[in-house]
């Protein structure tokens, strides 16, 4: 008997336990959900655009020796920089200098044989107007004369000669800059064929070579081109490190020729390479010859343009999207096109008109056409005021914080 008691009220059980998970599962009141809300404004950025450079050294000298003969001397510490006019290399001195004092002797043993013929053509001369004079003797000592000022003549180039292979065992610096390490030591002989010695690498300004792709190009050209074209443009660069080098650097040249491989064009730039510490040996400097970096062309003068913060933005299939808070708070999809923008600033050319708020907070829970509960978004970084073209190519930051269709 109390089995089927017991059995007949398990049904009711169950339905009861049903209806209070339901109850429970409910929300506890139909408030609307809160949000944060940022007015949509205009701000000033600079437009900047991303390249990948390498730094080109401006002048870069070979030092090879002129003369064949020993090394003698090497007077200068491999890797530090040097200046213009210091002594480099110093080659077996003697066997030159001996070909310099042999000139000199020729010379001298010339001019005085010219002086006496000079003598004896005066002497030839005077007497030909006397009975004892003949023509034949005056043209004789005139051609010793002109033959021996010839000989002279011959005496002084083969001493210039001399004096210029001289100075090629001397070998000097001509240009500032950083000195490699000497490929040929003291001892050995060394001659024009036999190669490179050293090489000396120029450091401060450096170039910064980076391609530009043609459609980037045409882009950048209706950009800054009424604006004053290379001066419109400043050009920085992010070392490897990630920091942003310090002085700007000035473009000086567009190659005239598209590369048929890659499409893009050779843009240079001339960026200052000071010393950091002056007082220091070798003397450290930033920028390194063959160094890859970051190229950032960023205009001279900044641009206005309607701008909220990247994290309101979702994607779908249909694009790049808002939520909008209308006058009776309730929240509208707004689909939107971006201009140059950053990770942290979206920067707005279709879409969104000025003073209109959108959603930057709690987007997890807001839904097309629900009311919400909006308030001032928390306070964040400053937006960055520098829009770059990798943004306008990233993929928007807020996707990965809804992104719902």
């Known amino acids: 008997m109390s089995q089927a008691v017991a059995v007949s009220c398990f049904p009711a059980a169950l339905a009861l336990a049903l209806l209070s998970a339901q109850a429970t599962a409910q929300p506890v009141s139909g408030e609307p959900a809160a949000v944060g809300v940022v007015r ?5 950025i600079t437009q900047s655009d991303e390249f990948v450079g390498r730094v080109q050294a401006i002048n870069r000298v070979a030092l090879v020796a002129r003369v064949a003969g020993f090394l ?19 080659i077996e001195q003697p066997p030159f200098q001996a070909l310099v004092n042999a000139a000199k002797a020729s010379i001298e043993q010339f001019e005085a044989q010219h002086r006496n013929a000079q003598v004896t053509l005066q002497r030839a001369q005077t007497l030909l107007s006397t009975p004892a004079g003949q023509q034949a003797n005056v043209d004789s000592a005139l051609a010793n004369e002109r033959a021996l000022a010839a000989q002279i003549a011959g005496a002084q180039a083969q001493l210039e000669t001399a004096a210029i292979n001289l100075s090629y065992t001397a070998i000097s610096a001509p240009i500032d800059g950083k000195i490699t390490a000497t490929q040929v030591t003291e001892g050995n002989v060394v001659s024009p064929t036999s190669g490179t010695l050293a090489d000396i690498v120029s450091q401060d300004p450096m170039y910064v070579v980076f391609p530009v792709s043609v459609r980037a190009g045409l882009d950048l050209r209706d950009r800054y081109g009424p604006k004053g074209g290379f001066n419109a443009v400043v050009v920085k660069v992010r070392l490897p490190d990630g920091r942003i080098y310090g002085p700007d650097g000035k473009l000086d040249y567009v190659s005239p020729t598209v590369a048929e491989n890659t499409d893009t064009v050779t843009v240079r730039a001339v960026v200052p390479n000071p010393q950091i510490l002056p007082l220091s040996e070798p003397v450290p400097r930033e920028l390194f010859d063959g160094e890859f970096v970051t190229v950032l062309l960023e205009g001279v003068q900044p641009i206005t343009v309607l701008a909220i913060p990247r994290a309101a933005v979702l994607s779908d299939q249909q694009g790049d999207y808002v939520y909008v808070v209308d006058a009776q708070n309730k929240a509208q999809v707004r689909h939107i096109q971006q201009g140059q923008s950053t990770p942290s600033t979206a920067v707005i050319t279709n879409g969104l008109s000025e003073g209109e708020l959108v959603i930057s907070e709690g987007l997890q829970s807001v839904h097309e056409g629900e009311t919400i509960s909006p308030g001032p978004a928390t306070p964040g970084p400053q937006l960055d005021s520098r829009a770059g073209a990798s943004g306008r190519s990233a993929t928007p930051a807020a996707g990965s914080s809804g992104g719902r269709q």
């Open 40 to 44: 949509v404004e205009r701000q000033q």
């Open 72 to 90: 003698e001397k090497r007077l200068f510490v491999e890797g530090t920089e040097v200046k213009k006019g210091n002594l480099l290399y110093v």
